[in-house]
C-alpha cells in the first residue's frame, strides 16, 4: 500500500479566487490558510491549504464542475 497519494505542486486554480480562511496551520502554525479548487488525480478537490508550507489541512470531493466528472467516466 505505498500508493498515499501527496498533495502535487500542479495547482489549477482558474476560476475562484482564493479565499481565506480563520485559522492555524496544523502543520506550521501559521495563519494563511486559504480555501480553493485543487486538481488532483483523483478529480477536483476543495482544499485549505497553507499558503506558507502548503500543508493541506482540509480536502474533499468538489463536484461542482460536471465536464471533469465526464472526463474520468470515459477514461473508465
Ligand atoms: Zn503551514
Redesign the pocket.
Same mark, same amino acid.
Given at each position: 500500500m505505498s500508493n498515499f497519494s501527496f498533495p502535487r505542486p500542479t495547482e489549477a486554480a482558474p476560476v475562484q479566487a482564493r479565499e481565506p480562511v480563520a485559522g492555524?496551520?496544523?502543520?506550521?502554525? $501559521?495563519e $494563511?490558510?486559504k480555501r480553493y479548487p485543487v486538481l488532483s488525480e483523483g478529480g477536483w478537490f476543495m482544499a485549505v491549504k497553507?499558503?506558507?508550507?502548503?500543508?493541506s489541512?482540509t480536502r474533499e470531493k468538489w463536484t461542482r464542475l460536471g465536464y471533469v466528472t465526464l472526463l474520468t467516466d470515459s477514461i473508465g
Open positions: 492555524t496551520c496544523d502543520q506550521c502554525g $501559521a $494563511a490558510l497553507c499558503q506558507e508550507c502548503l500543508h489541512q
